[in-house]
């Protein structure tokens, strides 16, 4: 009976993980190979499209000005742009400050519909009637490159109709823990969206630096009120037979938290919305896998790829079980994870020090284990999206 319950037991952990280590060998292969850039020469300035430039803001009053002024200066390389900021259910004095910096400021008030992806859904709907071309998405702590709105009218130029430039963190020297988060950044959102690009399958949308077509927002509306909004809204595309490419030629920027409090807070969010996504989605694109729509596949992989601090657990769990084979299994998907972490620091153009800091990734963990109530609590249906608040006041 015992030997029952324990092989079932493994097998589960390894239900668990063998999906999220065949999708982190496929990418992270797929990222060595080359692939031409997204953007294949200039194009004249006089055609390119109208885009409009949108920022979600919830009670940012100490940092919107510098962010406005900062895309100000990406939009004086471009012709044609606005600036919109979505002040949204804003208690401070975030839209007279938006205003006064230069930006035109929509806001929005609402009880119970609370959160980004509510935010924005108001704003495109006010903003598709005023003829852009194309809608960017831009935090409201963010930084972006000088080129960024330019490289972003030509991939649109040159008829792509949903983009997602580089997301990077601006202090990965603040604390150990934004050293290895910016490590995690480069293997999520650099070495996975280069490996899906040369897939020639949809990157994924990260909330913060992409963009999308009037095309694709008239045809699939930016319905989606999770705190994982992002995630969900490209989910919802893909079934629609829609596809993000990978902007790799610019980044957009925000810091890390460095306060414990605030961390957990923006952990917490990202990856309760996650698993609430897994439960929610998951057994319906199985569903829809199943009967042949194949273009689905690559996103449920990617959906049931738990985050790596988990996953590194759970291959640690099958290396103590009794199975060899399963040990065999634990082993070579933890030399993976070690390899799809050091592939991901040499694409993103780190170093040694880099590596240094991963000896500190134990710690980094053991913290993780101990957000895992306040996960749960952020898995639950209808969970309420809840702002991390900025350090840079």
């Not at 080359?34 to 055609?47: D, E, F, R, T």
């Not at 002024?69 to 919109?84: M, P, Y």
């Not at 401070?92 to 930006?103: K, L, Y």
């Not at 000896?359 to 702002?387: D, F, G, M, S, V």
């Amino acid at each position: 009976m015992m030997t029952i319950l324990s092989f079932s037991f493994q097998l589960l952990i390894l239900s668990l993980t063998i999906i999220g280590t065949i999708e982190l060998l496929i990418l992270t292969v797929a990222a060595l190979f080359h692939k031409k850039p997204l953007i294949a020469g200039s194009i004249n300035q006089a055609v390119l499209p109208k885009l409009v430039i949108v920022i979600p803001a919830h009670n940012e009053e100490t940092g919107i000005a510098a962010c406005i002024h900062n895309i100000q200066a990406s939009l004086d390389n471009t012709t044609g742009c606005d600036l919109v900021v979505i002040a949204d259910n804003c208690q401070d004095a975030t839209a007279e400050i938006a205003r006064n910096a230069g930006a035109r400021v929509i806001e929005r008030q609402h009880d119970t519909k609370r959160g980004k992806g509510y935010a924005l859904d108001y704003a495109f709907s006010l903003l598709l009637p005023e003829q852009y071309d194309g809608f960017i998405v831009i935090d409201a702590d963010s930084r972006v490159d000088a080129q960024l709105i330019n490289n972003f009218q030509q991939a649109f130029a040159q008829g792509f109709d949903a983009v997602q430039c580089r997301y990077r963190l601006s202090n990965p020297d603040a604390s150990y823990r934004a050293k290895l988060q910016r490590i995690a950044w480069l293997a999520f959102n650099d070495l996975r969206l280069l490996g899906r690009e040369r897939l020639n399958v949809s990157v994924g949308i990260l909330g913060n630096g992409f963009a999308l077509s009037r095309k694709i927002l008239e045809a699939v509306p930016y319905e989606a009120g999770s705190i994982a909004e992002d995630m969900e809204y490209h989910l919802r595309l893909v079934n629609s037979g829609y596809q993000v490419h990978f902007l790799d030629t610019v980044s957009v920027y925000s810091d890390a938290p460095n306060q414990s409090a605030n961390a957990a807070v923006q952990r917490t969010r990202w990856e309760g919305g996650r698993f609430r996504l897994i439960i929610d989605h998951a057994p319906l694109l199985f569903k829809e896998v199943l009967r042949g729509k194949w273009n689905l596949l690559e996103p449920l992989a990617e959906l049931l790829l738990l985050p790596l601090a988990f996953h590194v657990i759970l291959l640690l769990l099958t290396l103590l079980t009794p199975w060899v084979i399963l040990q065999y299994y634990a082993l070579a998907g933890l030399l993976l994870v070690c390899a799809h972490v050091l592939i991901a620091i040499r694409l993103g153009g780190g170093g040694l020090n880099d590596i240094k800091i991963l000896a500190t990734a134990p710690l980094y963990i053991l913290w993780k284990l101990t957000l895992l109530p306040k996960l749960w609590r952020n898995a639950r249906e209808n969970a309420a999206w809840q702002r991390t608040d900025r350090e840079n006041s």
